[in-house]
Protein backbone atom coordinates (compact mmCIF):
# COMPACT_ATOMS: atom_id res chain seq x y z
CA UNK A 1 0.00 0.00 0.00
CA UNK A 2 1.28 3.15 -1.03
CA UNK A 3 1.97 5.18 2.20
CA UNK A 4 3.57 8.23 3.87
CA UNK A 5 4.57 6.61 7.50
CA UNK A 6 5.91 8.62 10.96
CA UNK A 7 7.05 7.37 14.03
CA UNK A 8 6.12 7.73 16.51
CA UNK A 9 2.42 9.05 16.93
CA UNK A 10 3.09 10.66 20.16
CA UNK A 11 6.14 11.51 21.66
CA UNK A 12 6.29 13.01 25.09
CA UNK A 13 9.42 14.63 26.12
CA UNK A 14 11.63 17.48 28.17
CA UNK A 15 13.38 20.82 26.86
CA UNK A 16 16.50 19.79 26.00
CA UNK A 17 16.42 16.32 25.13
CA UNK A 18 17.26 16.03 21.51
CA UNK A 19 14.86 13.65 19.24
CA UNK A 20 14.41 12.37 16.04
CA UNK A 21 11.02 11.84 13.92
CA UNK A 22 11.25 9.42 11.57
CA UNK A 23 9.34 9.64 7.90
CA UNK A 24 9.24 7.15 5.66
CA UNK A 25 7.46 6.83 1.95
CA UNK A 26 7.41 4.14 -0.69
CA UNK A 27 6.17 5.32 -3.41
CA UNK A 28 9.59 6.57 -4.75
CA UNK A 29 8.68 10.38 -4.36
CA UNK A 30 11.59 13.25 -5.42
CA UNK A 31 9.72 15.65 -2.75
CA UNK A 32 9.73 15.70 0.69
CA UNK A 33 8.49 17.99 3.42
CA UNK A 34 7.88 18.42 6.84
CA UNK A 35 4.61 20.47 8.47
CA UNK A 36 3.46 22.02 11.94
CA UNK A 37 -0.02 22.05 12.39
CA UNK A 38 -1.18 24.41 15.23
CA UNK A 39 -4.81 25.72 16.19
CA UNK A 40 -6.11 28.40 13.51
CA UNK A 41 -2.77 28.85 11.81
CA UNK A 42 -3.14 26.01 9.83
CA UNK A 43 -0.20 24.37 8.41
CA UNK A 44 3.04 25.77 8.40
CA UNK A 45 5.93 24.39 6.29
CA UNK A 46 9.61 24.04 8.45
CA UNK A 47 11.63 21.93 5.57
CA UNK A 48 11.27 20.78 2.37
CA UNK A 49 13.44 18.52 0.18
CA UNK A 50 13.35 18.16 -3.55
CA UNK A 51 15.59 15.20 -3.29
CA UNK A 52 18.07 13.45 -2.37
CA UNK A 53 20.60 15.69 -0.52
CA UNK A 54 18.76 18.69 -1.55
CA UNK A 55 17.08 20.46 1.79
CA UNK A 56 15.56 23.76 2.12
CA UNK A 57 13.84 26.02 4.93
CA UNK A 58 10.20 26.68 4.84
CA UNK A 59 8.11 28.92 6.44
CA UNK A 60 9.26 28.10 10.24
CA UNK A 61 12.75 26.10 10.24
CA UNK A 62 14.36 27.28 13.86
CA UNK A 63 15.30 24.88 16.30
CA UNK A 64 14.40 22.04 13.71
CA UNK A 65 16.75 19.90 11.31
CA UNK A 66 15.92 17.97 8.36
CA UNK A 67 18.19 15.44 6.51
CA UNK A 68 17.49 13.75 3.38
CA UNK A 69 20.78 10.91 2.69
CA UNK A 70 18.47 8.39 0.79
CA UNK A 71 15.17 8.48 -1.69
CA UNK A 72 12.49 7.51 0.96
CA UNK A 73 13.50 9.03 4.20
CA UNK A 74 13.57 12.51 5.84
CA UNK A 75 13.39 12.19 9.29
CA UNK A 76 12.97 15.83 11.17
CA UNK A 77 15.76 15.98 14.30
CA UNK A 78 14.74 18.48 17.48
CA UNK A 79 18.45 19.05 18.83
CA UNK A 80 17.55 20.93 21.57
CA UNK A 81 13.31 20.71 22.03
CA UNK A 82 11.63 23.79 23.88
CA UNK A 83 8.01 23.59 25.21
CA UNK A 84 6.83 26.53 22.15
CA UNK A 85 7.46 23.13 19.83
CA UNK A 86 4.90 20.96 21.09
CA UNK A 87 2.56 20.90 17.97
CA UNK A 88 1.31 18.16 15.99
CA UNK A 89 3.64 17.39 13.32
CA UNK A 90 2.97 16.16 9.82
CA UNK A 91 5.01 14.23 6.87
CA UNK A 92 4.49 14.49 3.32
CA UNK A 93 5.81 13.77 -0.06
CA UNK A 94 4.75 13.94 -3.76
CA UNK A 95 6.13 12.82 -7.07
CA UNK A 96 7.44 16.38 -7.76
CA UNK A 97 6.65 19.65 -6.16
CA UNK A 98 3.11 20.38 -5.52
CA UNK A 99 1.64 22.18 -8.56
CA UNK A 100 3.95 20.75 -11.08
CA UNK A 101 1.97 17.94 -12.21
CA UNK A 102 -1.71 17.28 -12.39
CA UNK A 103 -1.12 14.00 -11.17
CA UNK A 104 1.33 14.95 -8.46
CA UNK A 105 -0.43 15.22 -4.93
CA UNK A 106 0.96 16.28 -1.68
CA UNK A 107 0.70 12.88 0.46
CA UNK A 108 0.64 12.96 3.98
CA UNK A 109 1.59 10.84 7.23
CA UNK A 110 -0.59 10.46 10.01
CA UNK A 111 0.86 12.56 12.10
CA UNK A 112 3.36 12.66 15.69
CA UNK A 113 1.73 14.66 18.04
CA UNK A 114 5.05 15.96 20.22
CA UNK A 115 4.31 17.49 23.61
CA UNK A 116 7.79 19.32 25.21
CA UNK A 117 7.61 19.70 28.67
CA UNK B 1 5.48 35.47 0.79
CA UNK B 2 1.93 34.34 -0.11
CA UNK B 3 -0.61 34.48 2.78
CA UNK B 4 -3.93 32.36 2.48
CA UNK B 5 -6.61 33.28 4.57
CA UNK B 6 -9.51 31.07 5.10
CA UNK B 7 -13.18 31.41 6.51
CA UNK B 8 -14.64 30.89 8.23
CA UNK B 9 -12.92 28.50 11.05
CA UNK B 10 -16.02 26.73 11.83
CA UNK B 11 -19.27 25.67 9.81
CA UNK B 12 -22.17 23.99 11.36
CA UNK B 13 -24.95 22.94 8.42
CA UNK B 14 -27.71 20.28 8.62
CA UNK B 15 -27.28 17.06 6.69
CA UNK B 16 -28.61 17.45 2.66
CA UNK B 17 -27.58 21.26 2.88
CA UNK B 18 -24.51 22.86 0.95
CA UNK B 19 -21.35 24.11 2.81
CA UNK B 20 -19.33 26.79 1.22
CA UNK B 21 -15.52 27.66 2.42
CA UNK B 22 -13.85 30.58 1.40
CA UNK B 23 -10.01 31.44 1.30
CA UNK B 24 -8.10 34.71 -0.34
CA UNK B 25 -4.93 34.89 -1.19
CA UNK B 26 -2.55 37.45 -1.49
CA UNK B 27 0.25 36.33 -3.95
CA UNK B 28 -0.82 36.91 -7.64
CA UNK B 29 1.86 34.72 -8.76
CA UNK B 30 -0.09 31.80 -7.67
CA UNK B 31 -1.18 29.38 -10.02
CA UNK B 32 -2.48 26.04 -7.92
CA UNK B 33 -4.78 25.78 -5.50
CA UNK B 34 -5.43 22.50 -4.01
CA UNK B 35 -8.23 21.67 -0.91
CA UNK B 36 -7.37 19.03 1.60
CA UNK B 37 -9.58 17.41 4.01
CA UNK B 38 -8.72 16.39 7.35
CA UNK B 39 -10.58 13.58 9.25
CA UNK B 40 -9.54 13.07 13.19
CA UNK B 41 -6.42 11.39 13.84
CA UNK B 42 -5.49 11.50 10.35
CA UNK B 43 -3.43 13.68 8.03
CA UNK B 44 -4.77 15.94 5.44
CA UNK B 45 -6.11 14.16 2.04
CA UNK B 46 -6.18 16.02 -1.50
CA UNK B 47 -9.44 15.98 -2.02
CA UNK B 48 -10.16 18.63 -5.09
CA UNK B 49 -7.28 21.37 -7.10
CA UNK B 50 -7.55 23.84 -9.42
CA UNK B 51 -4.81 25.77 -11.49
CA UNK B 52 -4.87 29.56 -12.43
CA UNK B 53 -6.07 28.61 -15.83
CA UNK B 54 -9.46 27.27 -14.90
CA UNK B 55 -12.14 28.84 -13.42
CA UNK B 56 -14.49 26.35 -11.72
CA UNK B 57 -14.02 22.19 -11.33
CA UNK B 58 -16.18 19.77 -10.25
CA UNK B 59 -16.25 16.29 -9.05
CA UNK B 60 -19.63 14.97 -7.94
CA UNK B 61 -20.75 16.78 -4.11
CA UNK B 62 -17.54 18.90 -4.30
CA UNK B 63 -16.53 21.75 -6.86
CA UNK B 64 -13.98 24.55 -6.21
CA UNK B 65 -14.10 28.10 -8.35
CA UNK B 66 -11.38 30.17 -8.34
CA UNK B 67 -11.76 34.08 -9.04
CA UNK B 68 -8.14 35.28 -10.41
CA UNK B 69 -8.93 39.15 -10.26
CA UNK B 70 -10.54 39.07 -7.08
CA UNK B 71 -7.81 36.26 -5.54
CA UNK B 72 -9.85 34.02 -3.79
CA UNK B 73 -11.04 30.50 -4.74
CA UNK B 74 -13.97 28.81 -2.21
CA UNK B 75 -14.80 25.09 -1.93
CA UNK B 76 -18.55 24.18 -2.43
CA UNK B 77 -20.10 20.96 -0.69
CA UNK B 78 -23.75 20.36 -2.07
CA UNK B 79 -25.68 17.52 -0.33
CA UNK B 80 -23.97 16.95 2.96
CA UNK B 81 -23.93 13.93 4.39
CA UNK B 82 -22.05 13.23 7.99
CA UNK B 83 -19.17 11.50 6.16
CA UNK B 84 -18.30 15.52 5.54
CA UNK B 85 -17.34 16.29 8.78
CA UNK B 86 -13.78 17.23 9.19
CA UNK B 87 -11.31 19.97 8.55
CA UNK B 88 -10.80 21.05 5.11
CA UNK B 89 -7.83 23.34 4.40
CA UNK B 90 -7.23 25.09 1.17
CA UNK B 91 -3.61 25.87 -0.08
CA UNK B 92 -1.89 28.16 -2.74
CA UNK B 93 1.40 27.63 -4.41
CA UNK B 94 2.95 30.07 -6.51
CA UNK B 95 5.67 30.02 -9.08
CA UNK B 96 7.39 27.17 -11.03
CA UNK B 97 9.15 24.29 -10.08
CA UNK B 98 12.79 25.66 -10.66
CA UNK B 99 12.18 29.00 -8.64
CA UNK B 100 12.69 29.52 -4.99
CA UNK B 101 9.08 29.87 -4.38
CA UNK B 102 8.45 25.87 -4.10
CA UNK B 103 5.86 25.53 -0.84
CA UNK B 104 2.30 25.38 -0.63
CA UNK B 105 1.03 28.11 1.92
CA UNK B 106 -1.60 26.36 3.66
CA UNK B 107 -4.88 28.48 5.24
CA UNK B 108 -6.19 28.40 9.16
CA UNK B 109 -8.42 25.47 8.32
CA UNK B 110 -12.31 24.96 8.42
CA UNK B 111 -13.93 22.83 10.98
CA UNK B 112 -17.13 21.33 9.16
CA UNK B 113 -19.83 19.57 11.39
CA UNK B 114 -22.93 18.52 9.18
CA UNK B 115 -25.68 17.03 11.52
CA UNK B 116 -27.85 14.34 11.19
Known amino acids: EAQVTQNPRYLITVTGKKLTVTCSQNMNHEYMSWYRQDPGLGLRQIYYSMNVEVTDKGDVPEGYKVSRKEKRNFPLILESPSPNQTSLYFC????????????????FGNGTRLTVT | GENVEQHPSTLSVQEGDSAVIKCTYS??????FPWYKQELGKGPQLIIDIRSNVGEKKDQRIAVTLNKTAKHFSLHITETQPEDSAVYFCAARAGTYNNAGNMLTFGGGTRLMVKP
Open chain 1, 92 to 107: ASSLLVPGTLSNSPLH
Open chain 2, 27 to 32: DSASNY
